[in-house]
Nanobody, 122 residues
Framework: QVQLVESGGRLVQAGDSLRLSCTAS??????FGWFRQPPGKEREFVSA????????YYADSVKGRFTISRDNAENTVYLQMNSLKPEDTAVYYC?????????????????WGQGTQVTVSS
């Protein structure tokens, strides 16, 4: 049974840093992605990383502040978030893709975690 379990979300102050983790069990995946859903808005792409090459992708809104990394041995992906802003407040979801679809397209991902809340106060 495939499971993605996220952790690390919490309430922080603007300017703080936070690291999210996502561990997959049940199988290996070709790519991991992070998406987020701000209150009252649609889910949006944040970042993605390809398992084999380590290629990374970032939304413009987080480029230079967020860093995605992976531990293939542990089937885990991390999202290091620095210089957090109130507009980063959202539920953050980890997603896993078996077949290397378009990295920014949520429809390309086969499995999703339950989400972890990140709240950034001003």
């Amino acid at each position: 049974q495939v499971q993605l379990v996220e952790s690390g979300g919490r309430l922080v102050q603007a300017g703080d840093s936070l690291r999210l983790s996502c561990t997959a069990s049940g199988r290996a995946f070709s790519r991991f992605g992070w998406f987020r859903q701000p209150p009252g808005k649609e889910r949006e792409f944040v970042s993605a990383i390809t398992r084999g090459t380590g290629n990374t992708y970032y939304a413009d809104s987080v480029k230079g502040r967020f860093t995605i990394s992976r531990d293939n041995a542990e089937n885990t992906v991390y999202l290091q978030m620095n210089s957090l802003k109130p507009e980063d407040t959202a539920v953050y979801y980890c997603a896993a893709d078996r077949t290397l679809g378009t990295a920014t397209d949520p429809g390309a991902y086969d499995y999703w975690g339950q989400g972890t809340q990140v709240t950034v106060s001003s």
